[in-house]
């Protein structure tokens, strides 16, 4: 087959070769409609590239490493950035890229493209993946063009695909692609309408923005919006925005403008204008027998029509998989910096400030009422920056997404998480902790009469240095207790703090590994044009601020609810003191936090169900490997020490595994003790694999169901380069 | 993953085992390793394996100088995606004597799994060789590996 088809070898191939998109634009332009000028590279060339490559068996292994239902969002990005840097590094075979090299050359040299998906099944009315699949505007050369026609088939596992082909129910395996080659129209003004609004079906809906499309599309420009009523296509309500900026074709793709004032004042849409919309995208839908969800754009006075497909009827967000809000959660470059700003200069000063205020009431000094009161408003102030945690911190956090794979697109490194050097190393706040933490093990260490006092009576004298330091610590980062304690109550003092730095000094200090990222940094920047640069450099800065606010936010977070535990703290021992019995204590028994006869049967649901498991567990079964992801270099040998409530870990000690479903942040003070981490949950990114890395330990993610299978005391060897997990049983 | 316990894993093993005819026999003698593909059936409770060899065979001849055997079983086909599709099941044990009452019971069973071996097994020639099982090693999903220990 040819490999580069025009409209008539479109119209002839068919849908099932070209794609819905493809076949669309085919008959658009058999219709009369002005369209760019197109060509769609066909399915049967994305196949053959992936059968003579051999990438296909590749994506095979990476899909079936483990069952997909069992995937956190954070592996599907990790499966689906793993196969994407195949393609990214698996040139075309060079008969086929010669063969196609020479025909684009012939089509579409002089001018810049977007090279966009196509996928049979993309765009129908029941499995619409609008902006699942990528597209790429602005796009010149033949080389450059090939080479965005590989991310286009990558895209067929996009971590959202991947997931909604899952709840659409179609095959992954079997899937194929097009690629839809058009010219770029620069666009004076570009939108969507849709002949049937999908919010209130008597309407229809017009959206628009000057310049192009993709700002709308991704979410950084606020559009014009009119409502016409469907019967008659007269306008109903027009809303309009803040206009500030649009997006236009630049160096090496598309950029953010600002707007003129006079362009900032006026709609997107003369009147005129709306009508040639409305008239056209009614004519689509009588073409195509049903509502459309049109593209559109103006240029120099003339209207294009880019794209037209089915409205949606039902897509995986209907469905209540969690994994699909996070994996919406994709934010553009100029989305991201924005979020930045918001959080390092405002958010992250009031959590501190909020943690601060909180600490300065003597809890012991307030009557009970007030007591009650100050609880329900720690309460308040936790529940609040939870809230701002989902909305903002967990969004941000994509900010590593978004370098890694402008890294991988830029660098195309064989491994697919080599950005993640130049990220670590960047000063997270739990590092700062363990180092700090060391720093005291390093006074006990060398003070044989202060380690005996410690041992002894668990405390230092006041006035020794030791003390004045701890204080200091415990100022910053509480002590330790919340996160080693039942989770309902700390205990408050010093205990669980000397306890862990007693552990620390049993063993050399560890610090984390220092890296030099000169050079991956150089090669990096070296791969951008001068004029991108700044962008380059503003972007690795992006990266490693949400790689580091990543683990920070957490350690911010924990600081406010330890206040909450303190005031509990201070309640229970209100109601367990002798005192207890005065009436003004009485409202101290409807926090729920304080209900005595909810926290009894809490604590014994806890012990009978780590109980239960001991007992029930069969020594004529064991698991004898385990495998998940590898997440941190090396191999460790040591004792299971398997964390199933917080106070597993007080019991930590040095050169233990440690196993866990997931290390929270304010829980990696015990990693510089261990020999190696394993977590239950997926992702190179997640918490406890950050840390190990910076500790320099093997490291293994998303090993399922290890906690159904390894009890403390087993011995495991990690594997963190295979991402293997083996348990000692006797000999064969 | 599906949740694993002794008795998923007992009958997953059991059922890979009886879709498959064949398995691959590891004997050694002085340090000499050797494999070899024979037919064979396992005992419903999965602690005997048995098959039939010609007294003549080296492998016979192993197990005669070292009674320690292995079985592979497999339903991999021959296909790219069998790493990570296909399922192994390795056995290991010790040849063991059999009475002759208790041979006439495994050799109805072993027929019943391989009816066209029944003038191989009528041959004078022909041994029946029951292993007793130890335990199972199941590997799945190209690097998932669970063990079951027979009991005794």
């Given at each position: 087959?040819?490999?580069?088809l025009?409209?008539?070898?479109?119209?002839?191939?068919?849908?099932?070769?070209?794609g819905?998109?493809?076949?669309?634009?085919?008959?658009?332009?058999?219709?009369?409609?002005?369209?760019?000028r197109?060509?769609?590279?066909?399915?049967?060339v994305?196949?053959?590239y992936?059968?003579d490559?051999?990438i296909?068996?590749?994506?095979?292994?990476?899909?079936?490493?483990?069952?997909?239902?069992?995937?956190?969002?954070?592996?599907?990005w990790?499966?689906?950035?793993?196969i994407?840097?195949?393609f990214?590094?698996?040139?075309?075979?060079g008969?086929?890229?010669?063969?196609?090299?020479?025909?684009?050359a012939?089509?579409?040299?002089?001018?810049?493209?977007a090279?966009?998906?196509?996928?049979?099944?993309?765009?129908?009315?029941a499995?619409s993946?609008?902006?699942l699949?990528?597209?790429?505007?602005?796009?010149?050369?033949?080389?450059?063009?090939?080479?965005h026609?590989?991310?286009?088939w990558?895209?067929?596992?996009?971590?959202?695909?991947?997931?909604?082909?899952?709840?659409?129910?179609?095959?992954?395996?079997?899937?194929?692609?097009a690629?839809?080659?058009?010219?770029?129209?620069?666009?004076?003004?570009?939108?969507?309408?849709?002949?049937?609004?999908?919010?209130?079906?008597?309407?229809?809906?017009?959206?628009?923005?000057?310049?192009?499309?993709?700002?709308?599309?991704?979410?950084?420009?606020?559009?014009d919006?009119?409502?016409?009523?469907r019967?008659?296509?007269?306008?109903?309500v027009?809303?309009?925005?803040?206009?500030?900026?649009?997006?236009?074709?630049?160096?090496?793709?598309?950029?953010?403008?600002s707007l003129?004032?006079?362009?900032?004042d006026?709609?997107?849409?003369?009147?005129?204008m709306?009508?040639?919309?409305?008239?056209?995208?009614?004519?689509?839908?009588?073409?195509?027998?049903?509502?459309?969800?049109?593209?559109?754009?103006?240029?120099?006075?003339?209207?294009?029509?880019l794209?037209?497909r089915?409205?949606?009827?039902?897509?995986?967000?209907?469905?209540?998989?969690?994994?699909t809000?996070?994996?919406?959660?994709?934010?553009?470059?100029?989305?991201?910096?924005?979020l930045?700003?918001?959080?390092?200069h405002?958010?992250?000063?009031?959590?501190i400030?909020?943690?601060?205020?909180?600490g300065?009431?003597n809890?012991?000094?307030?009557?009970?009422s007030?007591?009650?009161?100050?609880?329900?408003?720690r309460?308040?102030?936790?529940?609040?920056?939870?809230?701002?945690?989902?909305?903002?911190?967990?969004?941000f956090?994509?900010?590593?997404?978004?370098?890694?794979?402008?890294?991988?697109?830029?660098?195309?490194?064989?491994?697919?998480y080599?950005?993640?050097?130049?990220?670590?190393?960047?000063?997270?706040?739990?590092?700062?902790?363990?180092?700090l933490?060391?720093?005291?093990?390093?006074?006990?260490?060398?003070?044989?009469?202060?380690?005996?006092?410690l041992?002894d009576?668990?405390t230092?004298?006041?006035?020794?240095?030791?003390?004045?330091?701890?204080?200091?610590?415990?100022?910053?980062?509480?002590?330790?207790?919340?996160?080693?304690?039942?989770?309902n109550?700390?205990?408050y003092?010093?205990?669980?703090?000397?306890?862990?730095l007693?552990?620390y000094?049993?063993?050399?200090?560890?610090?984390?590994?220092?890296?030099?990222?000169?050079a991956l940094?150089?090669?990096?920047?070296?791969?951008?044009?001068p004029d991108r640069?700044?962008?380059?450099?503003?972007?690795?800065?992006?990266?490693?601020?949400?790689?580091?606010?990543?683990?920070?936010?957490n350690?911010?977070?924990?600081r406010?609810?330890?206040?909450?535990?303190?005031a509990?703290?201070?309640?229970?021992?209100?109601?367990?003191g002798?005192?207890?019995?005065?009436?003004?204590?009485?409202?101290?028994?409807?926090?729920?936090?304080?209900?005595?006869?909810?926290?009894?049967?809490?604590?014994?649901?806890?012990n009978?169900?780590?109980?239960?498991?001991?007992?029930v567990?069969d020594?004529?079964?064991?698991?004898r490997?385990?495998?998940g992801?590898?997440?941190g270099?090396?191999?460790?040998?040591?004792t299971?020490?398997?964390?199933?409530?917080?106070r597993d870990?007080t019991?930590?000690?040095?050169?233990?595994?440690?196993i866990c479903?997931?290390?929270?942040?304010?829980?990696t003070?015990?990693?510089?003790l261990?020999?190696?981490?394993?977590?239950?949950r997926?992702g190179?990114?997640?918490?406890?694999?950050?840390?190990?890395?910076?500790?320099?330990?093997?490291?293994v993610?998303?090993?399922d169901?290890?906690?159904?299978?390894?009890?403390?005391?087993?011995?495991?060897?990690?594997?963190?380069?295979?991402?293997?997990?083996?348990?000692?049983?006797?000999?064969? | 993953?599906?949740?694993?316990?002794?008795?998923?894993?007992?009958?997953?093993?059991?059922?890979?085992?009886d879709?498959?005819?064949?398995?691959?026999?590891c004997?050694?003698?002085?340090?000499?390793?050797?494999?070899?593909?024979?037919?064979?059936?396992?005992?419903?409770?999965?602690?005997?394996?048995?098959?039939?060899?010609?007294?003549?065979?080296?492998?016979?001849?192993?197990?005669?100088?070292c009674?320690?055997?292995?079985?592979?079983?497999?339903?991999?086909?021959?296909?790219?995606?069998?790493?990570?599709?296909?399922?192994?099941?390795?056995?290991t044990?010790?040849?063991?004597?059999v009475?002759?009452?208790?041979?006439?019971?495994?050799?109805?069973?072993?027929?019943?799994?391989?009816?066209?071996?029944?003038?191989f097994a009528a041959a004078?020639?022909?041994?029946?060789?029951?292993?007793?099982?130890?335990?199972?090693?199941l590997?799945n999903?190209?690097?998932?590996?669970?063990?079951l220990?027979?009991k005794?």
């Open positions: 087959m040819t490999p580069l025009d409209i008539q070898g479109i119209l002839a191939a068919g849908r099932q070769k070209t819905t998109k493809a076949f669309h634009m085919a008959r658009l332009q058999e219709n009369g409609f002005a369209v760019p197109t060509w769609c590279i066909p399915t049967p994305y196949e053959a992936l059968a490559t051999g296909q068996d590749r994506i095979g292994i990476e899909l079936n490493r483990k069952a997909f239902d069992r995937m956190r969002w954070e592996e599907i990790d499966v689906s950035l793993r994407r840097n195949f990214l590094n698996t040139p075309l075979p008969p086929l890229e010669d063969r196609l090299t020479r025909v684009l012939a089509a579409c040299n002089d001018f810049p493209v090279v966009r998906s196509s996928a049979p099944g993309e765009d129908e009315k499995s993946f609008a902006g699949h990528a597209s790429f505007l602005n796009v010149t050369s033949s080389a450059s063009i090939l080479t026609v590989r991310l286009v990558a895209s067929l596992f996009s971590d959202a695909a991947l997931l909604y082909r899952k709840e659409l129910g179609l095959s992954v395996e079997r899937s194929t692609m690629v839809l080659i058009q010219e770029l129209i620069p666009s004076d003004c570009s939108g969507v309408f849709f002949s049937r609004n999908p919010a209130d079906s008597s309407q229809m809906l017009i959206e628009a923005v000057w310049g192009l499309n993709q700002g709308l599309v991704d979410g950084d420009v606020d559009p919006r009119w409502h016409l009523d019967g008659n296509g007269r306008i109903l027009h809303h309009a925005p803040a206009r500030s900026y649009c997006i236009q074709a630049g160096t090496g793709g598309v950029e953010r403008v003129p004032l006079e362009m900032a006026k709609p997107s849409l003369e009147t005129v709306i009508d040639q919309v409305r008239e056209a995208g009614c004519r689509l839908e009588s073409i195509f027998g049903q509502p459309q969800d049109v593209e559109w754009t103006f240029w120099q006075g003339r209207f294009y029509v794209q037209s089915a409205i949606t009827t039902s897509t995986a967000a209907d469905t209540d998989d969690k994994r809000w996070y994996l919406s959660l994709h934010r553009s470059y100029d989305n991201l910096r924005d930045y700003d918001k959080i390092e405002r958010l992250i000063p009031e959590m400030q909020a943690a601060k205020d909180l300065r009431i809890l012991s000094d307030l009557t009970p007030d007591l009650c009161a100050e609880i329900d408003h309460q308040a102030v936790y529940d609040h920056w939870v809230k701002v945690y989902w909305a903002d911190f967990i969004p956090a994509h900010g590593i997404r978004l370098f890694g794979q402008i890294y991988n697109d830029a660098v195309q490194p064989s491994d697919p080599e950005f993640m050097t130049l990220l670590e190393n960047t000063g997270l706040k739990s590092v700062r902790r363990n180092t933490l060391e720093e005291l093990a390093e006074c006990i260490r060398t003070d044989p009469g202060l380690a005996r006092t041992k009576h668990g230092a004298p006041p006035d020794h240095l030791f003390s004045r330091r701890l204080d200091d610590f415990i100022d910053e980062f509480g002590d330790l207790s919340c996160t080693t304690g039942t989770g109550e700390c205990q003092g010093d205990t669980a703090i000397i306890r862990i007693l552990a000094a049993r063993r050399p200090a560890k610090l984390p590994v220092p890296s030099d990222p000169g940094e150089d090669a990096y920047l070296r791969s951008f044009a640069q700044a962008y380059a450099k503003d972007l690795l800065h992006l990266g490693r601020e949400s790689f580091r606010l990543r683990d920070d936010d350690i911010h977070l924990g406010i609810e330890a206040r909450l535990h303190e509990i703290q201070e309640g229970q021992a209100r109601l367990s002798p005192e207890s019995e005065q009436e003004d204590l009485l409202c101290l028994t409807k926090i729920p936090a304080l209900d005595a006869g909810a926290m009894a049967a809490s604590g014994t649901a806890q009978t169900e780590a109980g239960d498991q001991d007992a567990y020594r004529w079964f064991q698991a490997q385990i495998v992801h590898p997440a270099q090396g191999i460790a040998r040591g299971a020490r398997v964390i199933r409530d917080p870990l019991g930590f000690t040095e050169g233990e595994v440690l479903q997931g290390v929270d942040p304010n829980m003070f015990v990693i510089p261990a020999a190696a981490v394993v977590e239950e997926g190179m990114l997640i918490h406890g694999a950050i840390i190990a890395r910076e500790y320099g330990l093997p490291c993610t998303g090993a169901r290890i906690l159904e299978y390894i009890r403390t005391g087993d011995r495991v060897t990690v594997d963190g380069y295979l991402g293997i997990v083996t348990c000692e049983t006797d000999p064969v | 993953m599906e949740s694993m316990d002794a008795l998923t894993l007992f009958n997953t093993i059991r059922d890979l085992i879709s498959q005819r064949l398995a691959v026999l004997t050694q003698k002085d340090g000499h390793p050797y494999a070899s593909l024979v037919a064979v059936a396992a005992t419903p409770e999965l602690d005997r394996i048995i098959f039939l060899t010609p007294v003549t065979t080296r492998k016979y001849d192993n197990l005669l100088a009674p320690n055997a292995a079985f592979l079983v497999n339903n991999s086909e021959n296909r790219s995606e069998d790493i990570y599709q296909a399922a192994a099941v390795t056995a044990g010790t040849v063991t004597d009475t002759d009452s208790e041979k006439l019971v495994l050799k109805t069973l072993y027929l019943k799994r391989h009816p066209h071996l029944a003038s004078p020639t022909t041994a029946l060789v029951c292993v007793k099982i130890s335990r199972y090693f590997v999903r190209f690097q998932n590996v669970f063990e220990k027979v005794p």
